[in-house]
């Protein structure tokens, strides 16, 4: 029973370029969370989605961040642009509803 | 503000006793509440969750403590073990705004052999 996979685990991008990381659920969790985490401090909710459905953007910064979750294939947080301040810990949980989540291992994002 | 937030923000205890991790919250909309460890480097991992219509929940060595008088929440972990050390996370979720999740900023247990 394989948990939450996120990939790659780590990612390093010069200022300006694309980052895309990749989140695929547990088996039969149709709900994933994106949360991006700063150096010792707690994580922060970005957006919600269901299959083809963004359910909740309230946390994604106005620009250059998009997310999807398409019918077939894993979630993807899209990051434009990269600037320094982007570096963090991104973080994918799946859940059955809207109660438990599960989270997968994370990946650190550095930009140089 | 409306917070989840940690009265303290590390915690050592001796290895064999028992640890108590505190969490407060502000909304009183909240009605499902979630603890998590997380390890470095890890993602962190469910420990144990309650709902509002409890004030009390047991797992295997962990008890969590709900009291929405005083908005209050709290983790106890029996025979505390190296294996313990980590940071723990409260996180809330507030029933008006969907299945997003709002992470406290978290209290690091060392366990001291």
């Known amino acids: 029973n394989a948990g939450v996979m996120q990939n790659p685990r780590h990612l390093v991008r010069r200022r300006g370029q694309e980052a895309r990381l990749r989140c695929s659920p547990m088996k039969g969790h149709s709900h994933v969370y994106w949360y991006r985490q700063l150096p010792e401090e707690g994580l922060k909710f970005m957006v919600y989605l269901q299959k083809e459905n963004i359910i909740d953007e309230s946390g994604m910064p106005k620009e250059r961040f998009s997310a999807e979750f398409p019918k077939e294939g894993p979630s993807i947080l899209r990051i434009q642009q990269v600037v320094r301040g982007d570096s963090a810990a991104y973080f994918c949980a799946s859940s059955p509803g809207w109660n438990e989540q599960y989270f997968g291992p994370g990946t650190r994002l550095t930009v140089t | 503000g409306e917070s989840v937030g940690l009265h303290l923000p590390t915690l050592s205890v001796q290895e064999g006793d028992n640890s108590i991790i505190n969490c407060a919250y502000s909304?009183?909309?909240?009605?499902?509440f979630i603890w998590y460890k997380q390890e470095s480097g890890k993602g962190p991992q469910f420990i144990i969750d309650?709902?509002?219509?409890?004030d009390k929940r047991q797992g295997q060595r962990v008890t969590v403590l709900l009291n929405k008088t005083v908005k209050h929440l709290s983790l106890q972990i029996a025979a505390t073990q190296p294996g313990d050390s980590a940071v723990y996370f409260c996180a809330e979720n507030r029933g008006n705004q969907g299945g997003k999740l709002i992470f406290g900023q978290g209290t690091e247990l060392s366990v001291k052999p």
């Open positions: 309650i709902r509002s219509n409890m």
């Open positions: 909304n009183s909309a909240s009605d499902y």
